[in-house]
């Protein structure tokens, strides 16, 4: 078994109404900082052993899919890296 990281990043899917991300914006434009748009995003980092870095990958996202992520709002990504 190999030591591997996983990176899950969990995003609203667009569309859905992002309180969090419409604040900073608001708060960035106010300190002159100009942007077409800003997203929020929650960002986890798994350590585990596995097979292969494949395996991990599998292994996180029933990770996301199954408590990280809520498919009906959440769009998520998997990065996976030997560590």
């Known amino acids: 078994m190999t030591e591997f990281t996983a990176t899950v990043t969990v995003t609203?899917?667009?569309g859905v109404l992002d309180p969090?991300?419409?604040t900073t914006q608001?708060?960035?434009e106010r300190l002159g900082f100009e942007l077409q748009d800003l997203r929020s995003a929650?960002?986890?980092e798994i350590d585990l052993d596995a097979d292969s870095a494949d395996?991990?990958?599998e292994r996180a996202e029933e990770m996301a899919e199954r408590l990280l992520?809520?498919?009906t709002i959440h769009d998520y990504e998997v990065t996976v890296s030997e560590t």
């Open 12 to 14: 609203l899917k667009h």
């Open 20 to 22: 969090e991300a419409e």
């Open 26 to 28: 608001q708060a960035l």
């Open 42 to 44: 929650d960002r986890f």
């Open 55 to 57: 395996d991990a990958a």
């Open 69 to 71: 992520a809520n498919p």
